[in-house]
């Protein structure tokens, strides 16, 4: 491949990723959690297989990591980092540390960052896990900086366990979910990503303009002269009646066939070669086999191996990065394995990890 090509397929790649990175924004402003879990799927898959990402892409790969942390940021269960102390959003207290450079506004940094510090405590207290909370806030003391002033009011916060204390409630979840999105948009009012986007805007925009255009000029014919429509209408009708008839195979009252004299002795004989093999006629899918009993011949003697997919492998590193492992059956229930189980997952990694994949 010469030097143009390879810069060609470079940037195609980059108009890909910047696609698939304002569909992950899209359906996380829209709190499309299925939607957006699909968005985050592709786009992990097409940004880890790049090896030179660029500044901006980087950036760009960095934002999605946030986003993933904030949209499960309810979900104690969900961990991205090695220790299962550290939760959703702590998680993305630390990643927002790495996007300092892309808020212009200082004001909105610092505002998101203590947003984070206090429903971080918070969400431990929503569910009930006080001891969490309160692990939650001695990691943020020595991972994160807290303020001293924040950390004594959090402190009595968690003592008292008043999930509806003043400060809870002025920097709720849903003002840091909008703080979020006020960033978002100023970020992509600055990197719009949005070539492909504008340029399937353009496709479509033309496609409805010309079926107006069509139904415009039907409009007119049909108001300029209805009965040569109607008569025009009746002639194609007509037409396709007479084709029909002519296509129809003409019946015949007696078989061409010549009928041969019946010899007892070779009835057996020729009902065997006339019946052909019921296996070779009868295929039954397996939705409709359903319920019915399986003969020898229905019973296969041996299951192949299915071999794994590309797509299947990425779907587990995705998996483990985000669960970790031995959470095979969450991993099997979020992400697509066509005819897997958990043992099958978890025999995979292992190969994996054996092979360095």
């Not at 006629?281 to 359903?290: A, D, N, T």
């Amino acid at each position: 491949m010469c030097e143009r090509e390879e810069e060609e397929e470079r940037v195609a790649r980059s108009w890909m990723m910047d696609f698939c990175f304002r569909s992950v924004c899209s359906s996380y402003t829209r709190s499309h959690r299925e939607r957006f879990n699909h968005n985050i799927r592709l786009y992990e898959a097409m940004v880890d297989d790049e090896c030179d990402l660029q500044e901006d892409q980087q950036m760009k790969r960095t934002i999605c990591c946030f986003l993933s942390r904030i949209m499960d940021g309810k979900n104690l269960e969900v961990h991205y980092d090695p220790s299962d102390r550290v939760t959703p959003l702590m998680s993305a207290v630390k990643v927002w540390e790495f996007l300092s450079e892309a808020v212009d506004d200082p004001a909105l940094y610092e505002n998101v960052r203590h947003l984070l510090f206090i429903q971080s405590v918070c969400v431990c207290l929503e569910k009930g896990n006080a001891q969490l909370a309160e692990d939650a806030l001695q990691w943020l003391e020595k991972e994160a900086a807290l303020p001293e002033k924040l950390q004594r009011k959090l402190s009595t916060v968690v003592t008292k366990k008043d999930i509806y204390d003043q400060l809870l409630v002025s920097f709720s979840y849903s003002r840091l979910l909008d703080r979020i999105n006020t960033f978002l948009d100023r970020f992509l009012e600055k990197h719009p990503s949005d070539f492909l986007q504008k340029s399937a805007s353009k496709v479509v925009q033309a496609r409805l303009e010309r079926a107006e255009r069509a139904e415009a000029e039907q409009d007119y014919l049909e108001s300029k002269s209805p009965s040569r429509t109607a008569e025009v209408s009746t002639n194609n009708e007509a037409n396709r009646v007479s084709e029909e008839l002519s296509l129809r195979p003409k019946k015949k009252l007696f078989s061409t066939k010549t009928l041969q004299p019946w010899k007892p002795e070779t009835a057996k004989k020729q009902l065997q070669l006339q019946l052909p093999r019921r296996t070779s006629i009868l295929k039954v899918s397996r939705r409709s086999s359903k319920g019915l009993p399986k003969t020898g011949a229905d019973i296969p003697k041996y299951k192949s191996k299915k071999k794994w997919t590309w797509e299947e492998d990425m779907n587990l590193k995705s998996g483990v990065r985000r669960y970790g492992e031995g959470k095979w059956t969450k991993i099997l229930e979020e992400f697509q394995f066509e005819g897997r189980t958990s043992v099958m997952l978890k025999d995979r990694w292992r190969t994996m990890k054996k092979l360095g994949i």
